[in-house]
């Protein structure tokens, strides 16, 4: 491994502990979902290991408990899991033009909520490197902790279980707070985006949508005006 690489490498392993910690917590809860589905602690492992997205398995484990058909998964799956998409053509922006298409592969195999969020607030051009650092333990702490919530998960009272769940929105203040402090624009924008989310939340027909459908319909029309208004200019980004 190239000395620069190594460096990148152990940096996201580093900033990559607080998401296997937090994911290691969360993942019980999915496990929880995978054993009342009637997976094994192997199958739902198995599941994370291939996916790593909380949304899209939830969604995938609730069709198989209501026994419903391929057809209904695959839909289900695609929109709890289609805000990805969005983040996969942002971080494609993020790395060098000389980034080959095998590491943009591996970066996009794991282009979860955090590793993304982390992977976004790198200055300059992301090196994949620093992303495989995060992956490396990202990926088994979902994995582990999903595993964990099918063999253990019904032992804990429910109180214990739901606490669980709350471990991640520390994490994404911590993604959040660092550039809202540095930015008066990025503030307001994440102010905006969170009001506008709860409004979309409440008011009708938006109130009926699935969570991923309002989430690119935010992250579409928020950041297509921020663009627009307050555009990046390009040395600012250049490494």
Known sequence: MHQENKSWFLRGLRDGVPIMLGYLAVSFTLGIAARNAGLT????????LLNNASAGEYAGFTVIREDAGYVEMAIMIFVANARYLLMSCALSQKLS????????MIVGFDIVDEVFGVSMAVPGYLNPWYTYGMMSLAIPGWTLGTGLGVVMGNALPAGVTSALSVGLFGMFVAIIIPPARKSRVIAGIVVI??????ALFKLPPFSSWSSGMRVILLTVVISGAAATLFPVKEEDHAA
């Open 193 to 198: 985006s969170m009001a506008a989310s709860y």
């Open 41 to 48: 602690a192997f199958q739902a492992a198995l599941t994370s």
């Open 97 to 104: 033009p000389k980034t080959g298409l095998v590491p943009r």
